[in-house]
């Protein structure tokens, strides 16, 4: 059974960092599209970045998360990463990450088939 758990969530002070975690379970991930999606109260799941697989290293950003944020892979561990810096309060939401075989472009929500549960990053501000 596919099955994808995000982690590494929490409370954020402008400027500062977290990594977020997608640890895929039940495929290889390197063979995935894997996208960050986040979603604030009241707003559309927005797409924020997104990796086009393993073997590719096309990968995308949103433009409010350009040069802070980056995506990653690590495929012995078979876990995609959002390492978040210099954060902002319009930072936080409800963090997603989704896979699905093979998608370009890949930072819309539409067409991703599997998603994890989410984890939230809160403004402490």
């Known amino acids: 059974q596919p099955r994808l758990v995000e982690s590494g969530g929490g409370l954020v002070q402008p400027g500062g960092s977290l990594r977020l975690s997608c640890a895929a379970s039940?495929?290889?991930?390197?063979?995935?599209?894997i996208g960050w999606f986040r979603q604030a109260p009241g707003k559309e799941r927005e797409g924020v970045s997104c990796?086009?697989?393993?073997?590719?290293?096309?990968?995308s950003y949103a433009d409010s998360v350009k040069g802070r944020f980056t995506i990653s892979r690590d495929n012995a561990k078979n876990t995609a990463y959002l390492q978040m810096n210099s954060l902002k309060p319009e930072d936080a939401a409800v963090y997603y990450c989704?896979?699905?075989?093979?998608?370009?472009?890949?930072?819309?929500?539409?067409?991703?088939?599997?998603w994890g549960q989410g984890t939230q990053v809160t403004d402490s501000s």
């Open positions: 990796s086009l697989s393993s073997s590719e290293a096309s990968t």
């Open positions: 039940g495929f290889p991930l390197y063979h995935y599209t």
């Open positions: 989704a896979v699905d075989e093979y998608l370009d472009p890949c930072l819309k929500p539409a067409g991703y088939g599997e």
